[in-house]
């Protein structure tokens, strides 16, 4: 998983962040037929798709038939972060849903989650009759996520990618080398294979190794072979794409001003309890700062 790899081989730092997907789930669970009917999704195909992207990043997939509440994992899972080992149990949390299609939101389930990895099976019982860490799940998504908030999330992440390419990078690299390098670790999880040339002073190899990716989840896929040409001229020729900053631009491209880049509150892009995920988070901040600076990510 890319995630763990950055981990240990560059030291970075995880904050796991909570957030409340379909909050008005009861407590038994509701079926997945239930969830999606009169949307036209094949659920068995979503499940497949779903699958395969798990196997390209090494982890397992179950097959489940019910969603359940997640609200009291994520309280349990912020108690367990202040625990000495306690992320632990983000891992057993992801296994028992996404594998084993345990109900995490059945208090007697999470506290035996809880205990398998070691934290104390009394302190994680009041943690989920007493809500003791209600508040401050609470407190984390009150207003979703405001653009100060994006930025710091984009910036942070492409500051971990960046680490890893200087870290192992053993030749000089002019700047738009570096940034081009910076872009493939962020769209593949690392750089490495790109990095072995540009050591051994092979940048050609470089720009048409970038040139050949082409894959997202292990299928084609025609914006990440475009956006990867684009990448291997940064690197060849320090071409980046022509900036688009004025507001008649902005307006050419549907947006009536500069503060339409983000609503207020990113919670338009999320599920309709309001709060974004994380991935859509990250994606509304590579396009704002694609839309301000012309250089896609």
Same mark, same amino acid.
């Given at each position: ?6 981990r ?18 009861p ?26 992207r ?5 982890l ?28 632990a149990?983000h891992?057993a ?23 398998s990895?070691?934290l ?19 407190a ?11 930025w ?10 960046a680490?890893?390419?200087?870290? @192992? ?8 080398q ?19 040339h540009?050591?051994?002073g ?35 020729h320090?071409?980046?794409? @022509?900036p ?15 503060k ?21 988070? @990250?994606?509304q901040?590579?396009?704002?700062y694609?839309?301000m ?5």
């Open positions: 998983m890319r995630i763990e790899r950055l240990k081989e560059h030291g970075v730092q995880i904050k796991w962040v909570h957030f409340p997907l379909h909050p008005d789930t407590q038994e669970g509701r079926s997945l037929e239930d969830l999606f009917a009169g949307r036209g999704y094949d659920i068995p195909k979503m499940q497949a798709q779903m699958r395969a798990m196997e390209a990043e090494g397992p997939y179950g097959t489940r038939t019910m969603t359940y509440n997640s609200r009291l994992a994520q309280e349990l899972g912020a108690w367990a972060d202040t625990q000495p080992g306690g992320e149990i891992d949390l992801f296994r028992a849903y996404f594998v084993e299609a345990r109900n995490i939101g059945d208090p007697e389930v999470l506290v035996e989650i809880a205990q990895v070691g104390p099976a009394e302190q994680a019982r009041e943690v989920v009759e007493k809500r003791t860490f209600k508040a401050q799940i609470d984390e998504f009150a207003n979703g996520l405001t653009e100060e908030e994006a710091q999330l984009f910036q942070s992440d492409v500051a971990n990618f680490q890893a390419v200087k870290s @192992k990078a053993q030749t000089a690299l002019a700047q738009n570096f940034d081009a390098l910076v872009m493939v670790a962020f769209q593949k999880g690392n750089a490495n294979d790109q990095l072995v540009a050591n051994s092979n940048h050609e190899a470089v720009a048409s190794s970038i040139e050949a990716i082409n894959k997202s989840g292990g299928k084609f896929s025609s914006g990440v072979a475009s956006r990867m040409k684009k990448v291997a001229n940064i690197y060849r320090g071409l980046y794409p @022509k688009e900053t004025t507001r008649e631009k902005l307006r050419a491209r549907g947006l009536k001003d500069i339409d880049l983000y609503p207020n509150k990113l919670n338009s892009v999320g599920n309709k309890f309001g709060r974004p995920t994380e991935e859509n988070q @990250k994606r901040a590579e396009l704002a694609f839309r600076t012309g250089t896609q990510i």
